[in-house]
């Protein structure tokens, strides 16, 4: 039933061949229009694949809920003209109550609760492509069960070129807890005790259709390169913060080219909107040498915020129409510190409104620095800043030079000398 696709390989100084190989094994229902399909489920084809083996799954709709605890490659394959391939099961379980295909779920002492779509367990080189994925058929309320459509716990692969939706909790308001909250697009974890290291690309994926994060990768141990995605949120009008990239808690991220838009403040007042926000990447704690370079942010409350690390950069990165906050907020109160940085190359416009809400809440900068929270020895250089109540408010310990101001009310503001608010938004 499995279709081999061989490799040689000679090993001239033992004067023998070894053959090593991997399966292909197909999965389609009889309208999928694959005639050379084995397997009508993916879970069927999981149970009979062997490590290494890839699972092409012809266009379709499929009711399943797919837990992987081996390296194996799920792609979404073209036929007759179609390739959608729809995963959507009609209803989600606990993933540590449910026996996967091919393998044993560790024991609910060491795996939170969880429902995911795709769940990736304790394993490496797992490789999920070209899928269409919706969790939207879930029973998650609150903060106790995690929520996502694809979750990768203690475990190393690609995401790579799929549609992810309707990781959004029955009661959106039940979960108000800031960090981590629930409804992940992708969520990548470890658990307690696991420290890796863990290695997970995330590349070409839209998603949207999500609660917290569109993407969350949280954990000391975790290396996260995340590119070119395209994640669409709604900001705070639906009553709860929302992030569109979050590394946390040690996690390394190599975050760059993506397209990242949330939403206004709109018809909320801009002060509960200030407490209601939602940013476009978020570090926090994060391990040192994080990298965010050359992103478009767009509709947010916040473009980048910064809470805590050690030597990141965030680089050419365009951020335009902020409100309530700043177009990158940064302060060290996660971790204690924010330090030796480099912050450069920024383009960062429309970041409204410049009034009295700016002065008393110290926001309204391109890019803001928060006094006292342990920033110190980081660069502000060469970045290009228009249409705000200040270009670069600044902590004494760093340092700000270059840069193309327009538009400002004030171009530079050190914030140690306003450890309260700013000075008034009045036109001189």
């Known amino acids: 039933m499995k279709k081999r696709t061989f490799e040689t390989a000679l090993l001239f100084a033992a004067g023998w061949c070894h053959w090593s190989y991997a399966a292909t094994l197909t999965v389609g229902s009889g309208q999928s229009g694959c005639p050379t399909a084995t397997y009508p489920t993916i879970n069927t084809a999981l ?15 499929y009711a399943e809920q797919l837990v992987i605890t081996k390296p194996v490659t799920l792609r979404g394959i073209a036929a007759n003209g179609m390739q959608r391939v729809l995963v959507q099961p009609t209803t989600l379980t606990n993933v540590e109550n449910q026996q996967p295909a091919g ?16 769940s990736v367990l304790n394993t490496s080189d797992v490789v999920i492509e070209g899928l269409a994925i919706d969790a939207s058929n879930n029973t998650v309320t609150g903060c106790t069960v995690a929520l996502a459509g694809i979750h990768f716990s203690n475990a190393s692969g690609t995401v790579a070129n799929n549609a992810i939706s309707g990781a959004q ?7 108000t807890t800031l960090f981590p909250g629930n409804g992940f697009g992708i969520q990548v974890d470890t658990t307690k005790g ?11 994926n839209s998603i949207h259709d999500f609660n917290r994060d569109g993407i969350l990768v949280n954990g000391s141990g975790i290396t996260a390169a995340v590119s070119g995605n395209t994640i669409t949120g709604v900001g705070p009008s639906t009553g709860y913060h929302q992030f569109g990239v979050f590394i946390a ?8 080219r993506n397209i990242i838009s949330q939403g206004n403040c709109g018809t909320i007042d801009i002060n509960d909107c200030f407490n209601l926000r939602s940013e476009g990447v978020v570090l926090r704690a994060v391990g040192d040498g994080t990298v965010v370079d050359s992103n478009m942010i767009s509709n947010v409350q916040s473009g980048i915020f910064i809470n805590g690390g050690n030597q990141a950069q965030i680089i050419n990165n365009v951020i335009k129409s902020v409100d309530a906050l700043d177009g990158i907020d940064i302060q060290g109160t996660a971790s204690g510190f924010f330090t030796n940085s480099v912050i450069a190359g920024n383009v960062i416009a429309h970041v409204f409104p410049i009034n009295a809400t700016t002065s008393s809440n110290e926001t309204g900068c391109g890019i803001n620095e928060a006094s006292g929270t342990g920033v110190a020895q980081n660069v502000i250089v060469d970045n290009t800043i228009s249409d705000a109540f200040c270009a670069v408010a600044f902590v004494t310990a760093d340092k700000v030079f270059g840069g193309v101001y327009s538009n400002t009310l004030y171009t530079t503001l050190n914030t140690d000398q306003f450890p309260n608010s700013f000075p008034p938004a009045v036109e001189p």
């Open 47 to 61: 149970t009979a694949a062997s490590p290494g083996d890839e699972i092409d799954i012809c266009p379709g709709l």
């Open 103 to 118: 393998g044993v779920v560790p024991s609910p002492a060491n795996v939170p609760a969880f429902q995911a779509v795709i």
């Open 169 to 175: 909790l029955s009661y959106p308001l039940s979960c």
């Open 194 to 204: 696991q420290t890796g290291p863990f290695s997970v690309s995330i590349t070409g």
């Open 249 to 256: 808690l040690g996690a390394v991220g190599q975050v760059a």
